[in-house]
């Protein structure tokens, strides 16, 4: 009987007609496995996408790489995807060394790409030679383009960055252009200069400059930078734009 009843058991494994019960490979019974419900991982959120364009505040120079700049340490602060454009000794109608301003730039550098979800526009600093009419122009002209070109981006535009508390007349008018530019444009203005993101002068050896700008006076050390990026992100959270996302 037992001989028959072993091979009754290996006929029927052979149909694959064995009663399903008992445990899996896992802990769980063959029926409770079946039973249980689907289990959906809950959804990533994107991280958002944001250009830069700007001088070599945003970009870097000699001294400063780009991914030292205070652009990119305030995409590492806030989790972003970030680009930069521009070009150190550029501005909205200074072309620097390159014959290039901020308008050319940003159709050769990031015009062309899928639409982020904020372009930020920092400069002015090396504008200051130029009337604040033609530079208040320039930008204008450039955010009309950036909206033109990605309807539902998000825009910042940020007035001149200046490596001491006390800038020249010259600087502060292109400033008082720039606001009224984002004004008009119905866009943030975000004003270092009236924020006193820098203090005293690193020549004096007076204020946060002697930590945060080099001997030139001009340029941010890379503690700087991360300073910068620090104060940003402050203004940015404050205008709800810390994440961004484009309308669609």
């Not at 064995?18 to 019974?29: I, V």
């Amino acid at each position: 009987m037992r001989s028959l009843r072993v091979r009754r058991a290996a006929a029927l494994l052979a149909l694959g007609t064995l009663p399903l019960s008992g445990c899996t490979a896992f802990g769980t019974s063959v029926g409770e496995a079946a039973s249980a419900p689907a289990v959906t991982p809950p959804p990533v959120a994107a991280s958002p996408v944001v250009m830069f364009i700007g001088d070599s505040y945003t970009v870097g120079n000699r001294t400063t790489r780009p991914e030292t700049t205070y652009a990119s340490a305030t995409g590492r602060l806030l989790g972003w995807h970030v680009f930069l454009g521009g070009r150190a000794g550029t501005g909205f109608v200074s072309t620097g060394t390159g014959a290039q301003a901020f308008g050319p730039l940003f159709e050769a550098q990031l015009g062309w790409r899928p639409a982020p979800d904020l372009l930020i526009v920092s400069g002015g600093h090396n504008d200051t030679r130029f009337p604040p009419v033609q530079v208040a122009g320039a930008a204008r002209e450039l955010l009309r383009l950036a909206a033109q070109r990605w309807p539902g981006t998000r825009q910042v535009l940020i007035g001149p960055l200046w490596g001491h508390e006390a800038p020249p007349p010259t600087a502060l008018a292109v400033r008082d252009a720039l606001s009224a530019v984002a004004a008009e444009s119905k866009i943030p203005f975000v004003d270092p200069i009236a924020e006193q993101w820098i203090t005293g002068d690193q020549s004096a050896g007076t204020g946060n400059a002697t930590t945060y700008i080099r001997p030139d006076g001009v340029h941010p050390t890379p503690a700087g930078h991360r300073y910068l990026a620090t104060r940003l992100v402050q203004d940015l959270r404050r205008l709800d734009l810390a994440h961004p996302v484009r309308a669609r």
